[in-house]
């Protein structure tokens, strides 16, 4: 039928069915990329409604990546349609940093370079802004004289500054406050020694203190259960209760009094699960014709108005979160700009994937300056005692990308490299501060690097570690040898983690599966040479599990308190201790028989076995 057309019809034809099959392959490709971004999110990370698992924020939700896939669909087809101007290319390499597919002839400053897997691979500068080590005290919080080592250390690393985030650690006081501390809480001339030392190696000091959610600490006592905002639920303040207010301008008041000479100020504000649902604040809203966004809102300006109107040299800084799904007319009605900067935080491998192009167009339109924030540890899982180096390096890639494509737009002022010690106040320990030192070490040297093309660990940086060798990149890849402060307590960990794997391996072995299920131990019943065979590594695991806690307890006493090593212990050796222990009760059992019953095991009564 098409050499009966005219000319011109045939090439319409064409170029129709051409245009038609671009369009499906496409599409194709756009569902392929949406599984793959799924895929990850389901196996990247552990998801605890975590979403910080991990929180649950730590993730996006799926009608967010459709979101994002239409919308690069969209700027795709009119880039296309318009031919692929110079001026649509530039578009498209700042609204899809990740996209190689670039013209060879573009100036591109920040070129990244293949992924090798065995050298840095983002953008070649190094990030200028201030590099933050973070502190999280709401766990396992050190001894000061601790800070003594690890002050010097960061700083040589290349830290410019710490981010505190006391919780129950900071001694509060007054008749509104003086219950918040924990009984082993930091004294003011704890705090004070920790600003001198700080001060000392050129380490500026930002305070973080809770005023919306993760307010556990608080809201877990009797004397503010009215303050919260689902009376069953302690994490999330009612905005709206009239105590409100008066109580977080207390915590700063006192926070700020201690700490004078800070330029910033973090006030959270992540995470506000529980938005709008008391009485008082569903009044409110109706009241003030406001949306639950709305409602955020009022809160969040009213403590950054609180703090530029009394300190005027500090500036407040919140976490992101919150703001991605508000519109930037919201954010500008509300002059959040003027107010406070926004501290963008995602701690995955692929960062891209889950805060997408519109958000850094909108932060970039309504912004001056925003800051980062990574992980260095805690974000693998809430009961991970060992740190996945090359976890974290790849979120710390993904967001040098992200610098490296947006800094013509943005301002980074600075990273957060957060080293979280519990998902929340209620969760158990994650790893411990010194075992992150290699990966705060890897991560701080990766952002610094002024070439990508080294190798993983340089050189300086082992030095610095005193190691005796490389650092594994992964658990079990093979065994740190260093001398860095608290290196004790890695080479702890690592025993510890391979003594895991040989009991996993033991307790998979056929023959344990076969001879001393609950069955055979309930009933006595099993073949003792079995019985020797799946348990011939048992000795030995309960004799390196005595080893590792000895170790343990007197490398964690240079660092930790004994509440804290307490824990520890409780939560990483006493249930595998418990584990070995009821599996040798189960052996020396089995091993006492020297004859068994005729089958069935279960003993009937002649009717009874007449009825079956």
């Given at each position: ?225 009215e303050l919260r905002e689902v009376q069953k639920y302690p994490q999330v303040i ?286 006595g019943f099993s073949s003792p040479s079995h019985v020797e065979h799946a348990t ?11 080893y590792v806690e000895r170790d343990m307890r007197s490398a964690m006493s240079d ?54």
């Amino acid at each position: 039928m098409l050499w009966r057309m005219r000319g011109r019809t045939q090439v319409t034809v064409i170029a129709l069915t051409v245009a038609t099959l671009i369009l499906i392959l496409y599409r194709m490709s756009t569902n392929d990329i949406g599984a793959s971004i799924i895929t990850r999110e389901r196996h990247g990370r552990l998801i605890n409604v975590d979403g910080f698992n991990e929180l649950s924020a730590m993730t996006q939700k799926l009608e967010q990546i459709s979101k994002h896939q239409e919308y690069e669909a969209r700027i795709m087809a009119d880039i296309e349609g318009r031919g692929g101007s110079e001026d649509d290319r530039q578009g498209r390499r700042l609204m899809f940093p990740n996209s190689h597919i670039l013209h060879s002839n573009e100036n591109h400053a920040d070129n990244m370079k293949e992924d090798s897997g065995s050298s840095w691979n983002s953008g070649i500068h190094p990030f200028r802004g201030y590099r933050i080590v973070h502190l999280d005290l709401k766990g396992a919080p050190p001894r000061i004289s601790y800070y003594e080592d690890f002050f010097p250390l960061i700083h040589n690393l290349g830290a410019t500054g710490i981010l505190i985030e006391y919780e129950d650690m900071f001694p509060f006081s007054g008749p509104q406050l003086q219950d918040l501390p924990a009984y082993n809480a930091y004294s003011k001339s704890d705090i004070q020694h920790i600003l001198q030392l700080a001060a000392d190696n050129g380490l500026e000091v930002i305070p973080l203190i809770q005023t919306f959610g993760h307010l556990e600490f608080l809201l877990k006592l009797q004397k503010y259960n009215e303050l919260r905002e689902v009376q069953k639920y302690p994490q999330v303040i009612c905005p709206t209760h009239n105590s409100t207010f008066e109580l977080l301008t207390a915590m700063i008041d006192q926070v700020v009094a201690l700490h004078p000479d800070i330029k910033y100020l973090h006030i959270g504000c992540d995470e506000v699960y529980y938005l709008g649902e008391c009485v008082r604040c569903g009044l409110s809203m109706v009241d003030h014709q406001w949306s639950k966004k709305q409602l955020f809102l009022h809160h969040v300006s009213r403590l950054a108005k609180y703090v530029r109107d009394r300190y005027p040299r500090v500036t407040p800084l919140t976490w992101d979160d919150e703001f991605r799904e508000l519109t930037a007319p919201e954010l500008v009605e509300w002059g959040i700009a003027k107010l406070l900067e926004p501290v963008i935080w995602k701690y995955t491998p692929d960062v891209t994937s889950y805060i997408p192009p519109e958000v850094w167009d909108k932060y970039a339109a309504v912004f001056p300056a925003v800051w980062i924030a990574s992980a260095f540890k805690g974000a693998t899982g809430s009961d991970k005692y060992i740190t996945d180096i090359s976890y974290h390096l790849e979120n710390h890639q993904s967001w040098m990308d992200i610098v490296s494509s947006y800094s013509s737009q943005l301002k980074f002022k600075g990273i957060f490299i957060t080293g979280w010690q519990r998902y929340d106040h209620f969760s158990v320990l994650c790893e411990l501060l010194p075992v992150g030192i290699p990966s705060l070490a890897v991560n701080l040297a990766f952002i610094q690097s002024e070439s990508r093309g080294t190798a993983l660990i340089p050189q300086r940086v082992l030095d610095i570690l005193k190691c005796d060798g490389s650092v594994p990149m992964s658990p079990g890849a093979g065994r740190t040898r260093c001398s860095f402060p608290g290196a004790a307590i890695l080479e702890a960990v690592e025993r510890l983690y391979m003594l895991h794997l040989n009991v996993e391996r033991m307790l998979g072995d056929s023959t344990v599966k076969g001879w001393m299920t609950s069955y055979n131990i309930d009933h006595g019943f099993s073949s003792p040479s079995h019985v020797e065979h799946a348990t011939g590594e048992l000795d030995r695991c309960k004799m390196e599990l005595t080893y590792v806690e000895r170790d343990m307890r007197s490398a964690m006493s240079d660092v930790y308190d004994r509440y804290t090593i307490a824990e520890w212990i409780s939560t990483f050796l006493q249930p595998l201790d418990t584990q070995l222990q009821s599996l040798w009760d189960a052996r020396e059992k089995l091993l006492s028989r020297t004859h068994w019953p005729k089958r069935p095991l279960e003993i009937l009564k002649p009717s009874v076995a007449q009825n079956v």
